[in-house]
């Protein structure tokens, strides 16, 4: 059964930076295409980029040159590197994998940027 696990959330001052992990289980990183996503206060979630099943990241461009994606095959794990964070990134991020018609998802982890 495929399982997601995000952590590495908290609370970080406005241009500080933090690692978020999204540890998979019940799959094996790089084999379908996996993604994270934020949800701000009050808002819909919004995509932010995929880690595609040859190693290939995609991020959207509203966090272009901030954030970045990147894998540890041998920990099974995914993360988001966020930097320069803004208040606006406040919010809860999760991570995805899409396999066929499943998406999976974890429970999500929040972060908190102060200004």
């Known amino acids: 059964q495929v399982q997601l696990a995000e952590s590495g959330g908290g609370l970080v001052q406005a241009g500080g930076s933090l690692r978020l992990s999204c540890l998979l289980s019940g799959s094996v990183i790089g084999g379908d295409p996996m993604g994270w996503y934020h949800q701000a206060p009050g808002k819909q979630r919004e995509y932010l980029g995929v880690?595609?099943?040859?190693?290939?990241?995609n991020l959207f461009d509203s966090v272009k040159g901030r954030f970045s994606i990147y894998s540890d095959n041998a920990k099974n794990t995914m993360y988001l590197q966020m930097n320069d964070l803004k208040p606006e990134d406040t919010g809860i991020y999760s991570c995805?994998?899409?396999?066929?018609?499943?998406?999976?998802w974890g429970q999500g982890t929040q972060v908190t940027v102060s200004s």
């Open positions: 880690l595609t099943t040859s190693g290939r990241t």
């Open positions: 995805n994998l899409i396999r066929g018609g499943d998406v999976y």
